[in-house]
C-alpha cells in the first residue's frame, strides 16, 4: 500500500512557505524523502528515523509523527530551486523496501 | 566521481524481444534497487538486492528478473517485455546497514517504450 500524498500540486510564488504531507494507512518505521527535478534522478533530502523526529535541509524540514503515520516536509521561504516533484517512501520494518507516495509536483514562479 | 550508471538511457523495442538493462555502480555499495516510475504513481520498486547473490523480490516484480552476480552490478532482464512495461526505469544503490539509515543513489534513468 502506497503512501498519499497531499497536495498532489502546488504552485507557490518566491519567497512563500508549503507543506507537503504523506499518511499511510500502515505503521511507518521509516520517512524517507527525495526531490526528483524534471528529467533528473531523484535525489535524496532526508531521513525520519523516530516518531516526533524533525529534522532540516537547509530552509526544508520535516517531521514525522508516528502516532499518526504521518509525515510533512515543510518548505520556507521558497526559492526558484525548490521546483520538482518532492516523494515520500516508507520503510518496511526489515529495512530492505521503500514504497514511495505518488509524489507533489511543486512549482515555484518568480 | 560517485556514481550510478544505466544503460541505454532510452530504448524502444517490440513485444516479446528479450532486453537487458544494466545498471553499475561504483561505491561499493551493498544494497542496490530497480525502480519504476510512472505518472500519477511515483516509484515502485521492482527487485532489491542486499549483496551478492542475494536478490528478493519489491512491490511490482512480475514481468522481470534480476541477478547479482557482482557487488557493482544489477541488471535488469525482462525475458518477453510488453506494452505495460513501458515506463521510466531507476536503479539506486545505497551502503549497508539496511535503508534506515542511509539515502539511496539513483542512476539516470533508463526510458523504456514496449511497442
Known amino acids: 500500500q502506497q503512501p498519499v500524498q497531499s497536495p498532489q500540486a502546488v504552485i507557490l510564488r518566491e519567497g512563500e512557505d508549503a507543506v507537503i504531507n504523506c499518511s499511510s494507512s500502515?505503521?511507518?518505521?521509516?520517512v524517507h524523502w527525495y526531490r526528483q527535478k524534471h528529467g533528473e534522478a531523484p535525489v535524496f533530502l532526508m531521513i525520519l528515523l523516530k516518531g516526533g523526529e524533525q529534522k532540516g535541509h537547509e530552509k526544508i524540514s520535516a517531521s514525522f509523527n508516528e502516532k499518526k503515520q504521518q509525515s510533512s516536509l515543510y518548505l520556507t521561504a521558497s526559492q526558484l530551486s525548490y521546483s520538482g516533484t518532492y516523494f515520500c517512501g516508507s520503510e518496511n520494518n526489515a529495512g530492505n523496501m521503500l514504497t514511495f507516495g505518488g509524489g507533489t509536483r511543486l512549482m515555484v514562479k518568480p | 566521481e560517485a556514481q550510478v550508471t544505466q544503460n541505454p538511457r532510452y530504448l524502444i523495442t517490440v513485444t516479446g524481444k528479450k532486453l537487458t538493462v544494466t545498471c553499475s555502480q561504483n561505491m561499493n555499495h551493498e544494497y542496490m534497487s530497480w525502480y519504476r516510475q510512472d505518472p500519477g504513481l511515483g516509484l515502485r520498486q521492482i527487485y532489491y538486492?542486499?549483496?551478492?547473490?542475494?536478490?528478493d523480490k519489491g512491490d511490482v516484480p512480475e514481468g522481470y528478473k534480476v541477478s547479482r552476480k557482482e557487488k557493482r552490478n544489477f541488471p535488469l532482464i525482462l525475458e518477453s517485455p510488453s506494452p505495460n512495461q513501458t515506463s521510466l526505469y531507476f536503479c539506486?544503490?545505497?551502503?549497508?546497514?539496511?535503508?534506515?539509515?542511509?539515502?539511496?543513489?539513483f542512476g539516470p534513468g533508463t526510458r523504456l517504450t514496449v511497442l
Open positions: 539506486a544503490s545505497s551502503s549497508s546497514g539496511g535503508l534506515s539509515y542511509n539515502e539511496q543513489f
Open positions: 500502515k505503521a511507518l518505521y521509516s
Open positions: 538486492s542486499m549483496n551478492v547473490e542475494v536478490t
